[in-house]
Every structure is written in structure tokens, then in C-alpha cells.
């Protein structure tokens, strides 16, 4: 089994780690290119090419023990998927573990979300997406990719960012005032606070990585343009962390494509540097 990051021992066993990654390779309901569920392993091998130092902190996060946990690889529906999803994450969040799941298509967010929500009080959901992912079923599941964000919505409150494509039925299940829309925050920072204002004391963090521009990320299942840039998101997901609690989180919906490999590095660099804000007071 791959590990994330290619780590040297101690630093990637389950005892001595302070982080859990989870892959799930689970494509079952996207419906336009397939190959999500290839995501994971792309994250993994790309993450073994990665340098383990940040210059922007100075610090290496890796110190503080990744541990790569095996596949979820239920598939035979998403709702056996989502609870699969849901119990591994309980069972390692029961253990101590700061959770990441990696995926696969965004449905796979819905169980530890649900598991995040169980286990933390006052707990709000952030969304980095290009869709709002607001229809209440899809294809005659709860569980689908596209209602991720209204299974989210029935446990806590949600914040939604970089949304730039959405259906007409899913308005009547949005709030405006939480949505902080793609067109209306580019070249400019002054969103930021507002969006963390909004958010509660401990937050669960989702990323759907069509969230970024194709010109950076284009290996993924819908890639729409007009999306978020690197170094703006980076400046956003620190000033969150630093004034919130983040419990855990989830990359989706890479699809790896042999032409590309800069998107799966770019997934596998994100993971490394929201851990690296997370435990930044601990690295110092």
C-alpha cells in the first residue's frame, strides 16, 4: 500500500500519528467523466514526489506522524458507502486521530461529515466547490455527489465558496447570504472575514477540487472555469484555521489523467499545507 508522502518510520504508523488519511475510491454516481475512483492512489503517488519541508512556515508537519489507513472500498450503493465512510471515521476520531478522507467523488463526504457532526458540538461545514451540491436527491439517491452540501445543511450550517454553477431547483435550498460566489470574489481579499464570521467554533472543511480554475486544476470530473487560484485559497484556508477550529476535512474528486500530473500534486501539496496550519502551534 502506498503512504502518503513516502514517510520515513516512525512517522507514518498508526501508533505514533497524529493524523489518519483514509482513501476511498468510490466513483458510483458522478455523471459525466469517470475516474474519480483513481483519485486516491494519484494523491499518493504524487505526495511520494513532494518535498516534506514548507518554506512558507518553516516547519515539517510530517513530524508529527501521517498515518495512511487501508481503502474504504464499499461500492455496492452510496448509502453503504456513506456508512462505511462514517463508521472508519468515528472509529479513528474515537482513537485520536485528525481525520482526512481522500477520495473519489464528493459523496464520499456525506458519512464523515455525518460522523464529524455526531462527534463535535456547534460544528459548521466550509465548501470549497464550483457547485453548490444543494438538490435533495439525484438519480433517485440521497447520496449522490450533487446533494453533499444538503445532507451537510440538515446537521449544521454551511458556508459555501467558489460556487459558479448550480440548478435552478437548488435555489429554493440556498442562502445567498452564505454563499461567497466565484465571480464576486475575485482580485479581492476583503471576503475572507465575512466567510469566517459566518462560520462556528469548530469547523469540518470539504474540498471539491473542481473548487480551483482548470487552468491549475483540470483533472477533475467537471471542470469549470472561473475557479479559485492557489495562493489566495492558501491565504484563505490559514486565516481559517488560525481563528477556527478545524476537527477534520476532505479532498475529492481528483481525477487523475496520465497527460496531467501537476493537478495530483496539487491535491496531494494541499493536503500538507492545511496540516501544516492545523498544527502549526505545535510545530513551532
Known amino acids: 500500500m502506498i503512504h502518503y508522502g513516502d514517510l520515513p518510520k516512525p512517522y507514518c504508523e498508526f501508533e505514533t500519528s ?55 472500498t464499499e461500492d455496492s450503493s452510496p448509502e453503504a458507502m456513506v456508512e462505511a465512510v462514517k463508521e472508519r471515521t468515528l472509529s479513528l476520531i474515537d482513537k485520536g486521530k485528525f481525520t482526512v478522507i481522500i477520495g473519489g467523488e464528493h459523496s464520499v463526504s456525506i458519512g464523515t461529515i455525518q460522523a464529524h457532526a455526531q462527534k463535535y458540538k456547534n460544528l459548521s461545514v466550509l465548501q470549497i466547490d464550483a457547485h453548490t451540491d444543494l438538490r435533495d436527491s ?18 449544521c450550517p454551511i458556508v459555501q465558496v467558489g460556487i459558479r454553477s448550480m440548478d435552478s431547483g437548488e435555489k429554493a435550498n440556498l442562502d445567498p447570504n452564505r454563499v461567497f460566489w466565484a465571480h464576486k470574489i475575485v482580485n479581492c ?3 475572507m472575514d465575512k466567510a469566517i464570521d459566518l462560520l462556528t467554533d469548530n469547523v469540518y472543511l470539504t474540498i471539491d477540487l473542481d473548487g480551483f480554475d482548470p487552468s491549475i486544476l483540470p483533472s477533475t470530473g467537471t471542470p469549470e472555469p472561473g475557479g479559485l487560484l492557489w495562493y489566495p485559497t492558501l491565504k484563505f484556508l490559514r486565516k481559517v ?12 474528486e481528483l481525477c487523475p489523467n496520465t497527460d496531467d500530473k501537476a493537478s495530483d500534486f496539487l ?3 494541499l493536503l500538507y499545507k492545511i496540516l501544516t496550519y492545523k498544527f502549526l502551534n505545535q510545530l513551532k
Open 18 to 72: 497524529k493524523v489518519a488519511i483514509v482513501p476511498v475510491p468510490y466513483d458510483g454516481t458522478s455523471t459525466w467523466i469517470k475516474g474519480a475512483d483513481k483519485g486516491p492512489k494519484a494523491l499518493l503517488d504524487a505526495s511520494a514526489n513532494m518535498e516534506i519541508y514548507d518554506i512558507e512556515t518553516d516547519t515539517e508537519v510530517y513530524k508529527i506522524g501521517i498515518y495512511t489507513d487501508k481503502p474504504i
Open 138 to 155: 439525484y438519480e433517485g439517491s440521497k447520496n449522490n455527489h450533487a446533494c453533499v452540501m444538503a445532507r451537510a445543511k440538515e446537521l
Open 189 to 191: 481579499d476583503d471576503w
Open 241 to 252: 484555521i488560525e481563528k477556527r477550529n478545524l476537527v477534520g476535512f476532505d479532498i475529492v
Open 267 to 269: 491535491a496531494a501539496k
